[in-house]
């Protein structure tokens, strides 16, 4: 006597397909981004006030004016100088 088994009807795993479709599309979307799109140039990018710093850099700064000015030396200090203290022991490795 033989013993006939049926198979049942195979259903599609759509869970799964839609989990493993959307992964394929998520890296297929970061792999454009890194290394297909089209990278901004650098005039979009910055802002207009960082546009100014070039002017700014031709600026002519004489230091010898500044030092000779009247409002400088009009300046006081308020601090002494510092001064070294005593750092550390003579001998590190002598017992306390």
Do not use: C, H
Not at 23 to 38: D, Q
Not at 49 to 70: G, K
């Amino acid at each position: 006597m033989a013993i006939i088994l049926e198979e049942g009807e195979k259903k599609f795993n759509w869970k799964g397909f839609m989990t493993v479709s959307a992964i394929l599309l998520l890296l297929a979307g970061i792999s454009y981004a890194l290394f297909f799109a089209e990278t901004p140039k650098i005039e979009i990018v910055v802002p207009q006030s960082v546009r100014s710093a070039s002017e700014l850099s031709q600026v002519q700064f004489d230091p010898a004016s500044v030092v000779n000015s009247a409002s400088f030396k009009a300046l006081r200090r308020y601090v002494g100088e510092q001064t070294t203290g005593v750092l550390g022991r003579q001998n590190p490795f002598v017992k306390f």
